[in-house]
């Protein structure tokens, strides 16, 4: 899986700026960092296998301190090898990326928090 870079623009939990969001997936990996502050927060691999459209649906009705995003990646996916629409949601505790196609899907738990010193 190539490295994908998705952009979020909205206030930034730390900065409190309405700015980009810079959203990075690996295959084991992604992070979300403010385009204006750097506060980043870096997420881990935890699940990968075939999930009910509903896992997205679920995420959409939960109660969550901060705002979760719903984002698409027109992407081919890992698993059937099909370009198709891959659904993102990401919440302050886990980020889901899950393909409409084929229902292969990746959970990424909340792993830790930087937010760099200001100079």
């Given amino acids: 899986m190539d490295k994908?870079?998705?952009k979020k623009l909205?206030?930034?939990?730390?900065?409190?700026k309405e700015v980009d969001q810079i959203i990075e997936i690996y295959a084991n990996q992604a992070f979300v960092k403010c385009s204006n502050c750097g506060a980043t927060r870096y997420y881990i691999l935890?699940?990968?296998g075939v999930e009910d459209e509903s896992i997205i649906e679920e995420e959409k009705k939960k109660e969550h301190k901060y705002e979760?995003?719903?984002?698409?990646?027109n992407a081919v996916c890992f698993n059937c090898k099909k370009e198709a629409i891959q659904d993102i949601a990401i919440t302050e505790t886990k980020?889901?990326?899950?393909?409409?196609?084929?229902?292969?899907?990746?959970i990424y738990q909340f792993h830790i928090l930087e937010i760099p010193e200001n100079k």
């Fill in 4 to 6: 994908w870079v998705l």
């Fill in 10 to 16: 909205t206030e930034c939990f730390n900065c409190k």
């Fill in 46 to 48: 935890r699940r990968v």
């Fill in 68 to 73: 979760p995003w719903f984002l698409e990646k």
């Fill in 95 to 106: 980020m889901i990326v899950r393909c409409r196609n084929c229902g292969f899907t990746r």
